[in-house]
């Protein structure tokens, strides 16, 4: 090499050196293989631990307002038979399916295969019965 060119190399591995050092790194590179146990490389860190929080600091994770929170409660003290499904009673299973598509109503499957579509919707009613639901809030879809 010529002088120049050393001269070069020399003061860019100074200017490495010290941005390096003014960064507060170290100039040696850790090893990150198989050779852990070299002595630049640390103890492990352990994994951070999740606060332990209160149950009823998690049940508020979503913040709703009380006008909402009473809408809910409404729309389930209306829909008795939600808390029941899925149901099946001598052959015959009802099922949440999902809203009905005008938003307001729940949309229930009924499914008998094994009986008539009058069996299912005794067995239906009963039900409704039995929950002390009036029915009202539900829209049925029967299958066979």
């Known amino acids: 090499?010529?002088?120049?060119?050393?001269?070069?190399?020399?003061?860019?591995?100074?200017?490495?050196?010290?941005?390096?050092?003014?960064?507060?790194?170290?100039?040696?590179?850790?090893?990150?293989g198989p050779a852990a146990s070299h002595p630049d490389v640390g103890e492990p860190t352990p994994t951070p631990v999740p606060p332990a929080l209160p149950v009823h600091t998690l049940d508020r994770q979503d913040r709703t307002a009380p006008r909402q929170r009473r809408a809910e409660s409404n729309a389930l003290a209306q829909r008795a038979l939600l808390t029941q499904l899925p149901l099946t009673r001598s052959g015959v299973t009802i099922e949440l399916a999902g809203l009905d598509a005008d938003g307001h109503h729940a949309l229930l499957t009924i499914q008998h295969p094994r009986s008539s579509r009058r069996h299912a919707r005794a067995i239906y009613r009963r039900a409704l019965r039995t929950a002390h639901d009036n029915g009202h809030a539900y829209r049925t879809r029967y299958t066979p």
Do not use: K
């Not at 050393?6 to 003061?11: I, K, N």
């Open 1 to 32: 090499m010529t002088r120049p060119t050393l001269t070069v190399l020399l003061a860019l591995a100074a200017i490495t050196t010290a941005g390096l050092a003014a960064l507060g790194s170290d100039t040696t590179p850790t090893s990150t």
